[in-house]
């Protein structure tokens, strides 16, 4: 055996063993658990779930049986058969986008049958996907339980005595049904990773005593959340308002009360553990130290947390704050019955502070330690813990002071129960307006209420952000018949709007997929409109299986501003229609909305014209569904004009998968020229996607004169000073910068999707190797890489390596990602994600660590420490308050500076502090308004005047914020493509200067000159 496959012997095994820590044994009464030698029925389809072709394992049921576990047999075949049926009607490769399917219907007979055949206890087995892209429904089958399965649950345990409930779910599903249905045993886990299947039959056979810890809060039902009711709201612009401000997760329920099913950190075990000996040191560094006690039969772990209650309302405090806070825990090592070992914890003094963003102890942004007793809870979990000291704090103090945050949430939960008005929202014209992409929006002159209150020149100005770009139609409130366009003139962004009213009244305008001044000029004394209406044009295109689907260029759901719709008649056939057109500058993107009766595989082609040089098409156009990049392989691109004429053709087909359910095609401009496209087929397959290779694109390139379809460094002669050069002295970095054109400094900020591998996924910063500037190739993910072609190891979701609570494990799982990243020639990893779990059904829970920032934040910096040690980068993400999926490029999340400072940015401060992440990568959505990568407040004055770091920050992929404005706001490198031409002619211009782009590209080499491929590429 080779050392690589060695490695990834070390690697598989590794996965396994998170999976086994990060077990959560919820309930185990009467002994159900472990298991003995007794038969076992399985319930659920789950049980035969199979895993990808890219990373084969057994399922659960053959995991159970590889074990040694008896299950029984005639119950087995029976969901075997349904998997197998299910797998020949689907026929495509699942993946995260498809949902579960519906449980296999089972009588009360049957499982009474399966009793009389042996079994003793019974074993029912819930899935739950949580996912990129979309947000879980408080539906029955998704966060709820289906008719289906709680019907077999029921049925179980009226038959079985002994019921065991294994939960394989991405976050937090309704547990409201174990007031109802009886069942003994309860282990929590997420996806299977890499051995997966056998670390559950371990953990089910006692070989492995469950020591995982919960690293959310678990209530019976989502009414019991403080976010039920104002949680992915998709009308109203999208506007998330984080009313419950700070009292999220247990800080909400240890406060307020509320229906917990099992609280945060809480996990039991096979065995039993003693506390004793509890001491307490005060001091600027608290400490607590105390001995665990294994007073059970079997080895195990135990999780020691040290929780703070600050002084509150009721004590005479000023500030209020949550009952309890998460400050440090330690895990023991695998104690033996009768083992003990002491354990310490430490904290310093001002990390108890609270901030104070209103000024209500005498200074706004300001850390601060209130007056008064800081009692210290040491327990097992966050509603089991005993005082173990107090620190007085004599006077109010400020600990640090930080730079304000701009808000716009207009009130917030306090500690009392009540709501608190923030900073006054008066209606001005100055705070931003949501305009819904799904109801009717109503906006006035502002404080002039009427627009018929204006005289002829006068303007108003409105800020928007618009649920969705694209069509809306405009019609006057109020009004008297009178036209709009004889009564009104209209820009958005500077930018004039024809206004044609039809008979009925009504005008159609185009809004941006940003925030935008909307001007509003009076062509006459006193119009005749109180105010004015939007509505969205709907243009959603139903998919079905049975035929083709025609989606017309011109109906797209969003646009880049400057997308056009054109009327032509085509010069080939002389049929006249309309085009999507005016794609000037890379980045240039149009959504179409679509919503499909049947997920699966789909050919996709093109109507197009073209008139630049023949090429394949991914070369120049990308296909995303929902944000996920879709290989069109095979696809060629060819100059339909060749003899001056404007043919329109339809390119040969590739395969993408398609969710059931709304979904969005956003077709983005990778180069230009790019084509004009007046129809997008769709057409249900049987055919495979290809996600394996390049080659078929390599070859039609080729064909064309074209090269390879991933980065190779050119041997061009060097020119100038070059990055080796500055690598030997760092005084060099201005004048390297200096001598650049404006469109060498433009590519330096920003990225390309073509890839430095052939196993590369999902693209690089771009090259400029003239200069010596080498390409770093970035790689996804939370669950391990993610390489075109190449089976690397599949680890459990990030969520259960947190529940581990083990900081060893989280650094050895930092350096085997190092490792694996270096083998694959990874230079940049994705990850890891620490993101608030602010509400149970946010998709992408499964991805991140916690609902507590600490834990967040010790999880991250251990990863990153250990990655960054072998030589790569880490991408901490999404920063910030990225909280809900569904329309992430568009949600607003209106949220107070102290919940910013303490929940959402403090775990990324944390980080940023402990490890110097080599990247952080931002989020797609708005921050009180303004776009996160756009938010000077958020880029550039607090992580660096404040945390004094000098990394990178970058765009997530394909977001569609303005790479001017982000540069503007100090974001240094856009994502998977830059706006090359954009920002060249913005430098041309002088709209944006080069000392503006100066740090920014500056800081993009210094993180090249950290990364060991980039280091050995400047010294060749």
Request: glycine share 8%; charged share 25%.
């Amino acid at each position: 055996m080779d050392l690589h496959e060695e490695k990834r012997k070390t690697w598989r095994a590794l996965s396994q063993t998170i999976a086994e820590e990060g077990f959560v044994l919820l309930r185990n009464e009467n002994g159900v658990l472990p298991l003995g030698g007794e038969c076992v029925a399985v319930f659920g389809q789950a049980q035969c779930a199979a895993r990808p072709a890219t990373h084969p394992d057994l399922t659960f049921a053959e995991g159970l049986m590889a074990g040694g576990i008896r299950v029984e047999e005639t119950l087995l075949k029976k969901y075997r058969a349904f998997a197998e049926k299910k797998a020949q009607k689907r026929r495509y490769t699942a993946s995260f986008f498809t949902g579960m399917d519906n449980e296999m219907p089972i009588t009360r007979e049957e499982i009474a049958a399966s009793r009389a055949a042996g079994a003793k206890k019974a074993i029912v087995i819930l899935k739950r996907i949580s996912a990129e892209n979309t947000d879980m429904q408080v539906t029955e089958g998704d966060y709820l339980l289906s008719a289906a399965e709680k019907q077999m649950l029921t049925d179980v345990a009226a038959v079985f005595e002994h019921v065991i409930l294994v939960l394989e779910i991405g976050c937090v599903m309704d547990l409201s049904f174990l007031d109802e249905i009886r069942v003994e045993g309860i282990l929590y886990t997420n996806d299977f990773g890499d051995g997966g299947a056998a670390a559950a039959t371990r953990v089910l056979k006692g070989e492995v005593n469950p020591s995982g810890k919960l690293p959310m809060t678990m209530a019976r039902s989502y009414a019991e959340y403080p976010t039920c009711g104002h949680f992915g709201q998709h009308g109203g612009g999208l506007v998330q308002d984080y009313t419950e401000d700070i009292f999220v997760g247990y800080r909400y329920f240890d406060t307020f009360g509320g229906n917990v099913a099992f609280p945060f950190g809480f996990g039991l075990s096979y065995t039993t553990f003693a506390v004793s000996d509890v001491h307490f040191e005060d001091g600027q560094v608290l400490r607590v130290t105390a001995t665990v006690t294994n007073t059970g039969a079997r080895a195990g772990r135990e999780v020691l947390q040290l929780y703070c209650a600050a002084p509150a309302l009721r004590d005479g405090a000023k500030l209020g704050k949550p009952q309890k806070e998460l400050r440090g825990f330690e895990k023991t090592r695998l104690l033996q019955p009768g083992e003990k070992q002491t354990l310490s914890i430490a904290v310093p003094v001002s990390e108890l502070a609270s901030y104070d963003d209103t000024g209500v102890l005498g200074e706004k942004s300001v850390w601060v330690l209130e007056k008064g007793n800081y009692t210290l809870l040491l327990g097992t979990d966050s509603r089991h813990v005993h005082e173990a000291g107090v620190h007085f704090e004599p006077q109010t103090r400020v600990v640090r002071h930080s730079m304000p945050l701009t808000t716009t949430l207009e009130k917030r939960l306090t500690a009392d129960g009540s709501y608190e008005p923030l900073a006054s929202q008066t209606d001005d014209g100055a705070h931003c307006i949501a305009v819904s992409s799904i109801e009717r929006t109503v906006i006035t002159a502002g404080a002039k209420l009427h627009f018929s209150a204006m005289k002829n020149g006068e303007q108003v100005q409105r800020q928007l952000l618009p649920g969705t770009g694209g069509g809306y139609r405009l019609t006057a409130v109020d009004g008297d018949g009178t036209p709009l366009e004889s009564m009104i003139a209209l820009a958005i962004d500077g930018i004039s709007m024809p206004l044609h009213s039809d008979a009925a009244g009504v005008a159609e305008i185009t809004l941006p997929v940003r925030r935008c001044q909307m001007t509003v000029t009076a062509l006459c004394d006193h119009p005749a409109l109180a105010a004015l209406a939007f509505e969205k044009t709907d243009t959603t295109v139903p998919v079905l299986p049975e035929k083709k689907t025609v989606i017309k260029g011109q109906n797209y759901y969003e646009g880049s501003f400057y997308v056009e719709v054109e009327s032509f008649e085509d010069d080939g056939n002389g049929v006249p229609g309309s085009c999507v057109t005016h794609f000037f500058m890379s980045g240039m993107s149009v959504v179409y909305r679509v919503n499909i009766a049947e997920a699966g595989n789909y050919a996709v082609k093109f109507r197009y014209r073209y008139d630049g040089v023949e090429t394949v098409m991914n070369s120049v156009l990308t296909l995303a569904v929902s944000n996920i990049v879709q290989p069109l392989r095979g696809m060629a691109l060819e100059n339909t004009c060749k003899d001056g004429k404007k043919r329109f053709i339809y390119s040969n087909a590739a395969v993408i998968e398609l969710p059931q359910g709304v979904a969005y095609l956003k077709l983005l401009a990778e180069a230009v020229p790019f084509p004009d496209i007046c129809e997008i087929v769709l057409d249900k397959t049987n055919d495979a996607v290809d996600t394996t290779t390049q080659q078929e694109d390599v070859k039609v390139k080729e064909s064309k004169g074209g090269g390879l379809q991933y980065l190779k460094p050119d041997d061009g002669i060097r020119e100038g000073i070059t990055l080796a050069d500055v690598a030997k002295d760092g005084t060099g970095m201005q004048a390297f910068l200096a001598q650049l054109s404006n469109r060498e400094l433009a590519t330096l900020v920003s990225g390309t999707s073509l890839n430095r591998t052939p196993y590369g996924d999902v693209g690089c910063n771009h090259p400029l190797y003239l200069r010596g500037v080498p390409a770093a190739q970035t790689a996804d993910g939370p669950r391990g890489l993610r390489q075109r072609g190449m089976a690397t190891t599949l680890y459990p979701p990030t969520l259960i390596l947190t529940a581990s609570f083990d900081k060893d494990l989280y650094t050895t799982y930092g350096t085997a990602m190092g490792e694996e990243c270096l083998f694959c020639g990874v230079d940049l990893w994705l990850a890891p994600a620490i993101n608030i779990f602010r509400d149970p059904c946010g998709g992408r829970n499964f991805a991140y660590s916690s609902e507590d920032p600490y834990l967040c934040g010790v999880y991250a910096a251990a990863v990153i420490r250990a990655a960054q040690a072998c030589g790569i980068g880490a991408v901490l993400k999404h920063y910030c308050a990225n909280n809900t999926e569904f329309e992430r490029l568009k949600s607003n999340s209106r949220v107070s500076e102290r919940a910013l400072r303490e929940l959402y940015i403090r775990a990324f401060e944390t980080v940023v502090r402990d490890a110097d992440p080599v990247a952080i990568m931002s989020s797609y959505n708005h921050v009180n308004d303004i776009k996160a990568c756009e938010n000077r407040e958020l880029i550039t004055d607090i992580p660096r005047s404040e945390w004094h770091w000098d990394g990178v920050f970058m765009t997530d992929w394909w977001n569609d914020s303005d790479h001017v404005a982000e540069l503007k706001a100090g974001h240094d490198l856009k994502m998977a493509t830059g706006d090359i031409d954009g920002v060249t002619a913005a430098l041309d211009k002088g709209d944006l200067s080069r000392e503006e782009v100066y740090p920014c590209a500056a800081r993009v080499m210094r993180m090249l000159l950290r990364l060991k491929t980039a280091q050995e590429f400047l010294r060749k």
